[in-house]
């Protein structure tokens, strides 16, 4: 037996699987032969807008420089485009990366995690990855169930819930009417994550208004899927100043490069 050194015992304990198995993971699986089409992770088939592709190559001179840290261009015109301040805004890796720093933020071994019974793994994923014990709500008609979420946050008194809104993988989707009597519902000691990966794709009835002036919500939304860029990896978290400041504490500096912040707001300004 090769000895090597510890683990911490939360990190020896993880399961060996993880929820992405790419479609290059399967396609090697079957010997190489290629999918017809990649459906499996949500991405647009079209592509960012000529417009960023532009943006994207003239950025490309200067990829071998650091990044600007603080993100200044893309939250501000982030911020411009949501009508809120610029403290309000934290750019991660994606949401991935984002749900990654929120988890880490809110929870300690041990301590539960309220989601919906198959929602989105990767979610689950960072809950396990910081000890988290995830509780799982059924879905009910297709639907995340706002009622059961609410019960199951109160009888485990859970610090977080993460609700994804449209849903993926049920592409349903609650009026932003019922999000906000489940917000208005939940303790004030309970964080809330909306997850808008695909805000822009269901009708705007659905987008639950941005409010900073909650302290327990936070809302999440993507470059990867209406506007193309998946794999450019960015996205953007909106909340309370306060909170995101926290995010701010924890966040990789570098992790967003130059050429996503260019993309990104080559994408909001198309
Ligand atoms: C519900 C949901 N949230 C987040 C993501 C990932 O978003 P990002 O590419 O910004 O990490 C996906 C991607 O499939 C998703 O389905």
């Known amino acids: 037996m090769v000895r090597r050194p510890a683990l911490t015992p ?9 929820p992405f198995v790419g479609p290059e993971a399967q396609e090697r699986d079957r010997g190489g032969r290629p999918f017809r089409a990649r459906i499996g992770a949500n991405e647009s088939s079209f592509g960012p807008a000529p417009s960023v592709m532009a943006a994207m190559r003239a950025a490309a001179p200067d990829m071998w420089m650091y990044c600007d840290p603080d993100n200044f261009d893309l939250k501000t015109a982030i911020a411009g485009h949501l009508g809120v301040a610029y403290h309000n805004v934290v750019v991660g890796e994606g949401i991935d990366g984002l749900l990654n720093l929120v988890v880490r933020m809110m929870i300690s071994p041990g301590q539960p995690v309220v989601t919906s019974l198959g929602a989105y793994p990767t979610f689950n994923f960072h809950v396990a990855g910081f000890g988290g014990r995830l509780v799982a709500v059924p879905y009910e008609n297709d639907h995340e169930n706002l009622d059961g979420l609410l019960a199951a946050v109160k009888r485990e ?13 049920m592409g349903t989707w609650w009026e932003a009417s019922d999000i906000r009597r489940f917000a208005d519902a939940l303790p004030e000691t309970t964080m809330l994550i909306i997850d808008e990966a695909y805000g822009e794709l269901g009708p ?17 939304r993507t470059f990867s899927k209406a506007y193309g860029l998946a794999g450019i990896r960015c996205g953007y978290a909106v909340g ?15 992790g967003v490069n130059r050429m996503a912040l260019v993309a990104g707001e080559a994408a909001l300004a198309d």
């Open 10 to 18: 939360l990190v020896a304990a993880l399961p060996p699987t993880v």
């Open 157 to 169: 008194n859970a610090p977080l819930v993460y609700l994804s809104n449209p849903d993926n993988p």
């Open 204 to 220: 705007d009835s659905a987008l639950f208004p941005i409010d900073v002036s909650r302290p327990n919500v936070i809302w999440m």
């Open 240 to 254: 309370e100043e306060g909170f995101i400041r926290d995010v701010e504490k924890v966040r990789n500096h570098y």
